[in-house]
């Protein structure tokens, strides 16, 4: 772990104990807290009272992030080990109202910019570092990519920063990178500046990992395809999480062959900025999943430098 990231983690971990919450039991992120268990810990939707607006003090982010839920129906081709989302209850209308997400992501800028949020719990208790804004966050309860009207909402988005009413703002999208090839989400990406940040889902090395992990009928190697695709033409970030599943750590083999496939990436020629590595922390919906210890997820981070040349960072 990089000395720099080290202390943030001390640092945050230290404070989310104040706050009540035990990083050994949940951690606080940019993926939208949507599970019965979260919500009772950190209530962050019900005291903003928003529907697709959220706001929580994420460590990747090393601080305050606003999420944008792209799938409050849940919509996910995914349906991850370490998950909190019940995809058995995905319903509803698959379109985002815009209108009301950008009159919500304006009200929630305000708390943030005008230090108002402090004064609504949890994050009455939080120190001031921590309650900077770091980046608005598309993400949610699914993947962000398969929201009908995905151009719509980056247009929202980037319309309420355009505005001038707050201070320039990163936009960040948070996606399994299963649909990026898609018309629409190609002109979306489009709106994005050099500034913003799009972190993609790399799980596993195989196709078997990603069965056993991400549980879908997504090929492995169109997720490669398109990292590498929207990597020759924009920096990108690789979300890795290795999950403990009924005690058992990652085989061998399957780090292995994910270090293998880092390798690929890069020579193809996308532009990796980093690697998160890093583990569940949040309460899943799968009873046999836990956290990898951080001795483990240390040594296939400095595996990942030293045999690609590439940034990793654990969290």
């Not at 959220?54 to 799938?71: D, E, F, K, P, T």
């Not at 085989?251 to 990436?265: C, S, T």
């Not at 990942?304 to 040349?309: A, C, I, L, W, Y």
Request: hydrophobic content about 40%.
């Amino acid at each position: 772990m990089h000395l720099e990231n080290a202390k943030f983690c001390e640092v945050w971990r230290s404070n989310m104990r104040r706050i009540g919450v035990y990083p050994e039991q949940y951690m606080i992120t940019t993926d939208a807290p949507t599970s019965r268990s979260l919500r009772a810990r950190i209530p962050a939707r019900e005291c903003l009272g928003q529907s697709l607006v959220y706001c929580v003090i994420s460590q990747r982010a090393r601080g305050l992030s606003i999420g944008v839920n792209m799938n409050p129906d849940g919509l996910c081709n995914f349906d991850c080990v370490y998950c909190e989302v019940d995809r058995r209850k995905s319903s509803g209308d698959h379109n985002v109202d815009v209108a009301r997400m950008r009159l919500e992501l304006d009200q929630v800028l305000d708390l943030a910019m005008t230090g108002r949020l402090r004064d609504l719990p949890p994050f009455h208790v939080a120190p001031a570092d921590l309650l900077e804004l770091k980046e608005v966050a598309l993400s949610g309860d699914g993947e962000p990519t398969l929201c009908p009207n995905f151009r719509e909402v980056i247009e929202g988005v980037a319309h309420v920063r355009a505005a001038g009413r707050w201070p320039f703002f990163k936009i960040v999208l948070i996606t399994n990178g299963t649909g990026l090839q898609l018309p629409h989400v190609r002109s979306g990406i489009e709106i994005l500046t050099s500034y913003d940040e799009i972190w993609v889902k790399l799980d596993a090395g195989t196709q078997r990992g990603m069965d056993l992990v991400n549980r879908s009928d997504v090929r492995i190697e169109t997720v490669l395809e398109n990292i590498v695709n929207l990597g020759k033409e924009r920096p990108i970030v690789i979300q890795s999480l290795f999950p403990l599943l009924r005690g058992e750590e990652p085989l061998p083999e399957e780090i292995d062959a994910y270090l293998e496939r880092l390798k690929a990436l890069h020579d193809a020629g996308a532009k990796i900025e980093s690697i998160q590595v890093y583990s569940a922390h949040r309460p899943a919906i799968h009873p046999d999943c836990g956290h990898l210890p951080l001795k483990s997820l240390s040594k296939i981070a400095r595996r990942v430098r030293d045999e690609t040349g590439l940034n990793a960072e654990v969290f």
